[in-house]
């Protein structure tokens, strides 16, 4: 996997049950990329996100496979500004997530 990003936004208690939400924002042909984020199980502030990619290979080669996998539609604006990011991000802009947020703003 390539990690696109990974930020820690906010500190988290130890023992503190947390919940991780997970998604498929982006994908080509060979690659899909997940956005998770943590946050306190029950409410409150995010405390980590990430934008990880994956490559699908042919197992004990390193030989690209096509996965077949297809994204239908946003299911909300949240969903849409995620792969915003996620395409921003592989194009290499370090700030993706502020970019994608003015431009789904408009």
């Known amino acids: 996997p390539n990690i696109d990003q ?3 936004t906010a500190p988290g208690r130890g023992g503190q049950i947390m919940l ?3 998604r498929v924002v ?3 042909d060979f690659t899909i990329t997940v956005h998770t984020s ?3 199980f ?3 502030k995010r405390v980590s996100e990430s934008y990880i990619t994956y490559t699908t290979i042919e197992e004990g080669t390193s030989t690209k496979r096509a996965h077949g996998v297809v994204l239908d539609e946003p299911a909300d604006e949240e969903e849409a500004k995620e792969r915003a990011t996620a395409a921003l991000l592989i194009e290499g802009q370090p700030d993706a997530r502020a ?3 003015r431009t789904s703003a408009k």
């Open 6 to 8: 990974l930020s820690y």
């Open 99 to 101: 970019v994608a947020e």
């Open 42 to 44: 029950g409410g409150g």
């Open 38 to 40: 943590m946050a306190p």
């Open 20 to 22: 991780m939400k997970s």
């Open 26 to 28: 982006r994908v080509t």
